[in-house]
């Protein structure tokens, strides 16, 4: 697993291919199911606050405000910008927020 110490992000893949450098919210979501199976609770904390930083806070075109993009560099920027907007990132993105808080013993830790 590939996530950055300091913003959280998770790399979709360690391979050189261009684009799978980057913090996909689809990829990540699967990446954080498994970690909380396997009890790894603050590495999934520490991945959705990364989410919650990159969730979009303004409608831009196509794309709706709430939303994220495709995906992501640790540092937050937007990685492949075309598409900007695919309905499954935001979907999965959603669960996994979703679905970490059943992991989460303290109710007031439950919400980023």
Not at 28 to 35: K, V, Y
Request: glycine fraction near 8%; hydrophobic fraction near 40%.
């Amino acid at each position: 697993m590939g996530q950055d110490r300091d913003s959280g992000a998770i790399v979709a893949s360690i391979a050189l291919q261009p684009n799978y450098g980057e913090d996909w919210p689809r990829d990540g979501s699967f990446f954080n199911i498994a970690l909380d199976i396997a009890g790894f609770h603050e590495l999934v904390t520490k991945h959705n606050l990364f989410y919650a930083r990159v969730q979009r806070k303004t409608t831009i075109s196509d794309a709706p405000a709430g939303s994220w993009d495709t995906n992501y560099y640790a540092d937050g920027m937007i990685g492949m910008a075309v598409p900007p907007f695919e309905i499954d990132e935001t979907g999965f993105a959603l669960w996994t927020l979703v679905s970490h808080a059943k992991f989460i013993e303290d109710p007031c830790e439950q919400i980023p």
